[in-house]
């Protein structure tokens, strides 16, 4: 058995811990190292999420979060050669009567930390989407700037410019953490081989409870699935943003078409990959031709399932160590559906916490691992 010594081990090498490497990398960080057993990412989250980005949040550091990393995004390609084919088409809120306080809170808290943002009563609604069912929406609020982008780009660009500024990948996976005192000392994989190291981050995506129990640390995190669906229409709309109503539908285009998919909270928990074949035909589409009528001649052209690592405890993520316990063990999980949009302020985040010991940037103590062990969510409000 051998050992190998690091200043900081990554487990799990989605867009999360590739974001980690990237940025630990660029402020100097000498021996980092990435665990991941898939270099195809068959089973992760990233690769299959729908691309969105949006500075539509209630807590200010989801916002704060949003707004730098979406800027980042804009400017992928000077950081990493990579371009993650931004498209600035807007997000659009729709909430029936009776959800305006919550939209309009939101939107107050976004337009003072500088989001360009617009509320649209339902007239205007009507004006400018006439192609959208609206009899029933009494308010929406669209952030234009934001938009989406192409996921695997955003993965695959962390990774290679990571690898690039000398970060090492292992085609592997954590079976074991060991510890002492309040510290981790060596993690042990597959291949029987032990790395030490100084920090560890778990950043195993769905998988983060799990290893997080190698070491003695519970986490509310569960795989939950969620579909996605890629259809065309024969004559496509005029050019839209990516619109969520309030039966939590997800439209925006995609090439050609559109993507689209409708997230089910009470969906069970566990790794199913298995496709429903009736979803789509039983709850996608009456919902998607009940909102916009032209969608009745949808063709479905390909659909496949992903997991969301869902926060039990309120939807957000959990970054941070357990002080006194685990002092150089952070998790960085519990993405719930944003992670992907929020990877680079993450990652700035966990180098800045490993090299300074702080947040230095942007404060993000409250999404701390002590909220989970004191039972307080710090949920998000008016999320669809
Ligand atoms: C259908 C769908 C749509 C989504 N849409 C959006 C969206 O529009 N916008 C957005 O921001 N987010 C979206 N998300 C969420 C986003 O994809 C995730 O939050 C994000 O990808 C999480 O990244 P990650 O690196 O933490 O996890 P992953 O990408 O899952 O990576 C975790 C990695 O850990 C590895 N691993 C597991 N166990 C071990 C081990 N023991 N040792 C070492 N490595 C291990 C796995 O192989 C995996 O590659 C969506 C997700 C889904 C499923």
Request: with cysteine.
């Amino acid at each position: 058995m051998s050992t190998t010594r690091q200043d900081v081990a990554i487990i799990g090498g989605g867009v999360i811990g590739c974001a980690a490497a990237y940025f630990l990398k660029l402020v100097g960080v000498g021996r980092v190292t990435v665990i991941e057993p898939d270099p195809t990412y068959a089973k992760a989250s990233s690769p299959v999420a729908t691309g969105g980005c949006r500075r539509l949040f209630a807590r200010p550091e989801n916002i704060r979060m949003s707004q730098f990393s979406i800027d980042f995004f804009k400017a992928f390609e000077t950081h990493t050669d990579v371009d993650v084919q931004w498209k600035e088409g807007g997000y659009l809120f729709v909430v029936t009567a009776g959800h305006e306080k919550v939209l309009e809170q939101n939107y107050r808290t976004e337009k003072d930390l500088g989001v360009k943002v617009e509320l649209l009563g339902a007239k205007e609604i009507a004006k400018r989407y006439p192609w959208m069912r609206n009899d029933d929406l009494a308010l929406g609020v669209l952030s234009p700037e934001d938009g989406w982008l192409d996921p695997n780009s955003v993965l695959q660009g962390f990774r290679k410019k990571a690898q690039a500024l000398g970060a090492a990948f292992v085609k592997d996976r954590v079976v074991d953490v060991y510890t002492s005192g309040s510290r981790v000392t060596e993690l042990e994989i597959g291949s029987g081989q032990r790395i030490e190291a100084e920090t560890v981050i778990n950043a195993a995506g769905c998988w983060a409870a799990s290893v997080a129990k190698l070491a003695g640390m519970d986490l509310p995190v569960n795989p939950m699935r969620r579909f996605e669906h890629y259809v065309e229409l024969g004559d496509p709309l005029p050019p839209m943003p990516l619109i969520k109503d309030p039966e939590r539908l997800v439209i925006r285009p995609e090439g050609k078409g559109y993507a689209v998919g409708l997230v089910d909270g009470r969906e069970p928990r566990g790794f199913n990959y298995e496709l429903d074949p009736s979803w789509f035909e039983r709850v996608v589409w009456p919902a998607l031709a009940s909102r916009i009528p032209a969608f009745e001649k949808l063709k479905l052209k390909r659909e496949w399932a992903g997991l969301y690592d869902e926060c039990e405890l309120d939807g957000n993520m959990i970054l941070g160590n357990w002080p006194g316990r685990l002092d150089n063990f952070y998790v960085a999980c519990g993405f719930s559906g944003h992670g992907l949009m929020h990877a680079p302020a993450v990652g700035r985040a966990l180098a800045e916490l490993i090299v300074k010991g702080r947040f230095e940037t942007l404060d993000l103590a409250r999404m701390n691992y002590q909220r989970v062990l004191d039972k307080k969510p710090y949920g998000e409000t008016g999320i669809l």
